[in-house]
């Protein structure tokens, strides 16, 4: 009786680990090449394509864009190779995963385009002063 309990003790505790290692690498696969994007993007250099876009600020759009874009791809592929049915989450916590990670994805282009248009607006102003 005992053996059973310690086996179905250690299953449960090779489940949970499998989960955390599922999480973390899902979390890796996403923020890793994001890292990388940005890095390159940061970068002072003339020779990254999208810099070249517009006055700049184009660019820098289109590296928001293609980084949302990635994002959505690999939680599709996650969604799609049944990961998170391996953590154990509900269609509920699928959509808080996805929802979460949008939001911080999509909060940086927000500001950032608001900021552009308003100093834009500015000089506008200034200009016919």
Known sequence: MISGVEQAWARGQK???????????MVAAISLPLTFLTALYGTNFGIVPVTKLGDGFWGYMAFWGISVVFLGVMIRTFGKQDWFTLLGWDRAARGRFLVAWLCIA?????????????????????ATS
Do not use: E, K, S
């Open 15 to 25: 489940l949970q680990h499998a989960r955390v290692n599922t999480l973390l690498a």
């Open 106 to 126: 999509a909060a940086f282009p927000v500001v950032d385009l608001v900021l552009y248009f308003t100093t834009r607006l500015g000089h506008a102003d200034n």
